[in-house]
T-cell receptor, first 112, second 112 residues
Framework: TQLLEQSPQFLSIQEGENLTVYCNSS?????LQWYRQEPGEGPVLLVT?????EVKKLKRLTFQFGDARKDSSLHITAAQPGDTGLYLC????????????FGQGTTLQVKP | DTGVSQDPRHKITKRGQNVTFRCDPI?????LYWYRQTLGQGPEFLTY????????KSRLLSDRFSAERPKGSFSTLEIQRTEQGDSAMYLC??????????FGSGTRLTVV
């Protein structure tokens, strides 16, 4: 069974601080995706990383896929209250079954 | 394109009753997924369809759960003889083959 472990599970920081969220697995994933979810809504796709070592930037968010395609990280620079939410990593298995396997999520609270 | 629609948004039911949820995916998407999510956790895979074919079901999907996608368009998820443990957010998502998911806003089920 392929599992994705996210850390930390909870993060409460002040506006302007930087943070990194990690997503790790013992299995290889053909791709990893990051989603952000607000209370009472479905997750919204932020980015997909496919190639080992790939780095993608989305404004103040930087996503990296590990060289071995077993892990990923999300770094937020100068966090803002609008970044508050549940961040989820998800991966397609190496067999590309179509389903996504989700990590348990990181709840981020950015205080003004 | 109106995104993925789920109906109802909220459902309160008595234990032992049957409930049915509906999902209307993005029309161009051939894949449709159902997930279940409890508070502060990542979504758990239930089942998915490619067009009208149900290709995979999770072991989480007991005999009380059934999903259909007639004609490869909308989908329904029925839970028979609901139990308190069924209380959760039920999320539907669609995608085109292996692409990123677009989620609906979910149906919040409360079994009392």
């Amino acid at each position: 069974t392929q599992l994705l472990e996210q850390s930390p599970q909870f993060l409460s920081i002040q506006e302007g601080e930087n943070l990194t969220v990690y997503c790790n697995s013992s299995s290889v994933f053909s791709s990893l995706q990051w989603y952000r979810q607000e209370p009472g809504e479905g997750p919204v796709l932020l980015v997909t990383v496919v190639t080992g070592g790939e780095v993608k930037k989305l404004k103040r968010l930087t996503f990296q896929f590990g060289d071995a395609r077993k892990d990923s990280s999300l770094h937020i620079t100068a966090a803002q209250p609008g970044d508050t939410g549940l961040y989820l990593c998800a991966g397609h298995g190496s067999s590309n079954t179509g389903k996504l396997i989700f990590g348990q999520g990181t709840t981020l609270q950015v205080k003004p | 394109d109106t995104g993925v629609s789920q109906d109802p948004r909220h459902k309160i039911t008595k234990r032992g009753q049957n409930v049915t949820f509906r999902c209307d995916p993005i029309s161009e998407h051939n894949r449709l997924y159902w997930y279940r999510q409890t508070l502060g956790q990542g979504p758990e895979f239930l089942t998915y369809f490619q067009n009208e074919a149900q290709l995979e079901k999770s072991r989480l999907l007991s005999d009380r759960f059934s999903a259909e996608r007639p004609k490869g368009s909308f989908s329904t998820l029925e839970i028979q003889r609901t139990e308190q443990g069924d209380s959760a957010m039920y999320l539907c998502a669609s995608s085109f083959s292996g692409g990123g998911y677009t989620f609906g806003s979910g149906t919040r089920l409360t079994v009392v």
